[in-house]
Every structure is written in structure tokens, then in C-alpha cells.
């Protein structure tokens, strides 16, 4: 059963989803008398909105809070305050199932696919909450979007290379039919000419009508492909803008684009 959710007066929001004043603090634990002596600040007071049919970039240095933040609005870790609005309900207290039902759904760090099982295994297991009669149509988006998971639809996941595993993770994620799909760090540990192709593929998610939350260390590709992005240091947004006003923006320049 669907866990009871507040809506707002304005079902059609062209906002999909609104962070407001998102805090995630870890405890800092004595190591003789394990009580708590202080918190790390991991997420500070962080507030966004997405529009529908956009991609936004959370970009910053290894460390900053960003993927603790992505992980915190999907309740993969429990928020210390604030609120996470989705298609205008209010989703913060959402167990993991029904957020998946709601339609946001995580890619994630690292591609987590299952490497003894097939392609094709690993692609239902993304569809296992989707009407059986849609999961074909759902199938056919991911292969006209990676058209290289259907040559290597019986293919162990484990023996694709680290560029089709990311794919992998990316269609394993679409196959639920989401209408925000969030990527967290897609270009960790490939190769430059990978990376180019990986955004490419996000670009192309997008476009076919998939809004986007990319949480990306690679400042330079995220920025370049982002409608509106928002920079992360030490828990809390410093800047944000357009992709292209922040590309453009000296501060960014200087300390993640090698200006």
C-alpha cells in the first residue's frame, strides 16, 4: 500500500521535483565512551527545483556532499531535516519501493550491475515493478537508446567492458519507465573517449523526454550538457546558474575546469 503523501494545490507544478533545505549530519563518535561529540555537516541547508524535462547538474569535488545528497532525497540515507517535493507530493517519508513507484529512480555510483547474470536479466530486474504488458515496449526505448546491450543480450554483465556496464546500469534504470532518472558520478573510472560517449547517451535520455538530476565530479561534460546546475563545497550550493553561465563563470574556470 501506498505510504499517505501531502499534494499540492498545483498538481500541474512545472517544477518536478523541489529540494528545500535538505541537512544530512553524520555523528562523530568518541572512540572510548562512543557517544556523539560533534556532526560532519555532509549536506547543509541545500534547496533546489528541477523542471520537467531538464537536466541539472550537481557538480563538485570528491567529497562535497553530492552524492550524499542524492542519496538522501531517494531515503537511500535518512534525511537529518527538510523536504523533498516529487511531481507535487511530497515524497520524504517514501519507503525505497514506492519511490521507484512514483517514478524517480537512481543509476548508480559505480554501475552495480549483477556480473553473473545476462544482460537481458540484468534489464528485467530494472523492470520488476512495470505491467508485464508494457515491459516490451520498455525494452525496445532501452535498446533504440543502446542499441549494444541488445547485441549482448546474453552476454554475462561481467564480461561487458567498463563503458557497456555503465550502459548497462543506464538501461537497467530506464527499463522501470522513469520520469526522473538520477545519475550519480556515470563517468567514474572510464576512459576520456567512454566519458565522451556516455554523455552523449545522457544527452540522448534526455531528449527523448527523461528528466535528468546528474551528479557528476567531471564538472566540464556535466556543465556542458545541463539546463541549469548547481556547485557543491563542503555540504552547501555556493553557486548555480545555466550550465553554459557557469561554464562561462571565472570562479568555476579557475577551480574545476583548468582555467
Given at each position: 500500500?501506498?505510504?499517505?503523501?501531502?499534494?499540492?494545490?498545483?498538481?500541474?507544478?512545472?517544477?518536478?521535483?523541489?529540494?528545500?533545505?535538505?541537512?544530512?549530519?553524520?555523528?562523530?563518535?568518541?572512540?572510548?565512551?562512543?557517544?556523539?561529540?560533534?556532526?560532519?555537516?555532509?549536506?547543509?541547508?541545500?534547496?533546489?527545483?528541477?523542471?520537467?524535462?531538464?537536466?541539472?547538474?550537481?557538480?563538485?569535488?570528491?567529497?562535497?556532499?553530492?552524492?550524499?545528497?542524492?542519496?538522501?532525497?531517494?531515503?537511500?540515507?535518512?534525511?537529518?531535516?527538510?523536504?523533498?517535493?516529487?511531481?507535487?507530493?511530497?515524497?520524504?517519508?517514501?519507503?525505497?519501493?514506492?519511490?521507484?513507484?512514483?517514478?524517480?529512480?537512481?543509476?548508480?555510483?559505480?554501475?552495480?550491475?549483477?556480473?553473473?547474470?545476462?544482460?537481458?536479466?540484468?534489464?528485467?530486474?530494472?523492470?520488476?515493478?512495470?505491467?508485464?504488458?508494457?515491459?516490451?515496449?520498455?525494452?525496445?526505448?532501452?535498446?533504440?537508446?543502446?542499441?549494444?546491450?541488445?547485441?549482448?543480450?546474453?552476454?554475462?554483465?561481467?564480461?561487458?567492458?567498463?563503458?557497456?556496464?555503465?550502459?548497462?546500469?543506464?538501461g537497467r534504470a530506464?527499463?522501470?519507465?522513469?520520469?526522473?532518472?538520477?545519475?550519480?558520478?556515470?563517468?567514474?573510472?572510464?576512459?576520456?573517449?567512454?566519458?565522451?560517449?556516455?554523455?552523449?547517451?545522457?544527452?540522448?535520455?534526455?531528449?527523448?523526454?527523461?528528466?535528468?538530476?546528474?551528479?557528476?565530479?567531471?564538472?566540464?561534460?556535466?556543465?556542458?550538457?545541463?539546463?541549469?546546475?548547481?556547485?557543491?563545497e563542503t555540504g552547501?550550493?555556493?553557486?548555480?546558474?545555466?550550465?553554459?553561465?557557469?561554464?562561462?563563470s571565472e570562479e568555476?574556470?579557475?577551480?574545476?575546469?583548468?582555467?
Open positions: 500500500m501506498m505510504e499517505e503523501i501531502k499534494k499540492t494545490p498545483d498538481t500541474e507544478n512545472e517544477y518536478l521535483l523541489e529540494v528545500k533545505n535538505l541537512v544530512k549530519w553524520f555523528p562523530i563518535k568518541s572512540s572510548f565512551f562512543k557517544q556523539t561529540i560533534g556532526n560532519v555537516r555532509a549536506v547543509d541547508g541545500i534547496s533546489f527545483k528541477i523542471k520537467r524535462g531538464q537536466t541539472m547538474g550537481l557538480v563538485g569535488e570528491s567529497g562535497c556532499g553530492k552524492s550524499t545528497a542524492g542519496r538522501t532525497i531517494l531515503r537511500l540515507l535518512e534525511k537529518t531535516s527538510g523536504e523533498v517535493w516529487f511531481d507535487g507530493k511530497e515524497i520524504t517519508n517514501l519507503d525505497t519501493k514506492n519511490m521507484v513507484q512514483s517514478g524517480i529512480i537512481l543509476s548508480p555510483e559505480g554501475r552495480q550491475v549483477f556480473p553473473r547474470f545476462s544482460v537481458m536479466d540484468n534489464l528485467m530486474m530494472g523492470a520488476y515493478l512495470r505491467p508485464k504488458t508494457e515491459i516490451a515496449e520498455s525494452l525496445q526505448t532501452v535498446y533504440d537508446l543502446l542499441p549494444k546491450l541488445k547485441v549482448r543480450s546474453g552476454q554475462l554483465a561481467g564480461s561487458l567492458s567498463g563503458g557497456e556496464q555503465q550502459m548497462l546500469a543506464m530506464l527499463m522501470s519507465h522513469p520520469k526522473l532518472l538520477m545519475m550519480d558520478e556515470p563517468s567514474m573510472g572510464l576512459s576520456p573517449l567512454l566519458v565522451d560517449q556516455v554523455f552523449e547517451i545522457i544527452k540522448d535520455i534526455n531528449n527523448d523526454g527523461t528528466t535528468i538530476l546528474l551528479v557528476e565530479q567531471n564538472a566540464g561534460k556535466s556543465l556542458a550538457i545541463s539546463d541549469r546546475a548547481y556547485v557543491l552547501k550550493i555556493v553557486l548555480s546558474g545555466t550550465g553554459k553561465e557557469l561554464m562561462e568555476v574556470k579557475k577551480a574545476y575546469l583548468g582555467g
